[in-house]
């Protein structure tokens, strides 16, 4: 079951870093910012639940109690982030765009956030990916 896990979690861990040091750089760079925005609302919307789905097998998967609660959590995360923080970020991006300066402001902390977690959920399986191979 070990090996199963760290292929969902290995797998998570690659998409993360696909999505987050290819994809999008190269989306924004190639098709600029609005057409970008929209493309990446599409990715997002698959992303999330793509997460969600490789973190919980592993989470559900792993044999130490310790990988499959930070797996969990790492899930949770991305449960939270597809259902509460995506459509906010949409909103307040959508009105910021339509010149609420209210809204840019709001923008910036939500997204910013999004990042957060983000990153931790990143590390996390950085973390966690070196307790499966460790010694």
Do not use: C
Request: proline share 4%.
């Amino acid at each position: 079951m070990m090996t199963l896990a760290a292929l969902f979690v290995s797998l998570a861990f690659g998409g993360m870093a696909f999505f987050s040091f290819f994809l999008a750089p190269l989306v924004f760079g190639k098709l600029g910012k609005s057409e970008g925005v929209r493309f990446m609302r599409d990715a997002f919307a698959i992303y999330y639940p793509a997460m969600v789905v490789l973190t919980g097998l592993g989470a559900l998967l792993a044999p130490p109690f310790w990988i499959g609660a930070l797996l969990g959590l790492v899930a949770i995360g991305f449960v939270l982030a597809h259902l509460l923080l995506r459509p906010e970020i949409i909103r307040l991006s959508d009105a910021r765009d339509a010149g609420d300066a209210r809204a840019a402001a709001s923008f910036s902390r939500l997204h910013g956030v999004s990042q957060g977690l983000n990153l931790a959920q990143f590390i996390t399986l950085a973390f966690v990916i070196g307790g499966m191979v460790g010694p």
